[in-house]
Structure formats: C-alpha cells, structure tokens
C-alpha cells in the first residue's frame, strides 16, 4: 500500500515538473521526486530485513496485509 501511494505521488510531481517553465520550482520538485525514492528504498529494505528477521509465515502474511512490508 505505501508502495502504491509514493508510486502515485511520483507519477504526480513529475507529470507536473514536465509542466513547468519557472527553474526554482522544477528543482524543488526533483528534490522531492528524488527523496521520494529515497523512502521508497528505504522501505523496501525494512521489508526484506523483516522477511529476513521474522520466521513466521502467518506473522509475515499479517504483516504484508496491513502494509508493513
């Protein structure tokens, strides 16, 4: 689920970078695109540290449901 909203916050900003004329708010935006995939990563690896870490396959299918991983 948090994959899918910072997929369509990025999708979004960059539709609207393509947009712009004024260079000062296409680099604000990049920046944002750019720590947007920053937590994207980031998220990613706290999944495959759980997966990694929990042993559990019920506990991992919990999780996965909720949006943790």
Do not use: C
């Amino acid at each position: 689920m948090v994959v899918d909203v910072l997929m369509t916050i990025e999708e979004l900003l960059g539709e609207v970078q393509e947009d712009l004329d004024n260079p000062d708010a296409s680099y604000k935006l990049r920046t944002a695109r750019q720590l947007l995939s920053v937590l994207e990563q980031r998220n990613e690896d706290l999944s495959v540290a759980v997966s990694e870490a929990v042993s559990d396959d019920e506990l991992l299918d919990r999780l996965r449901e909720l949006g943790y991983i």
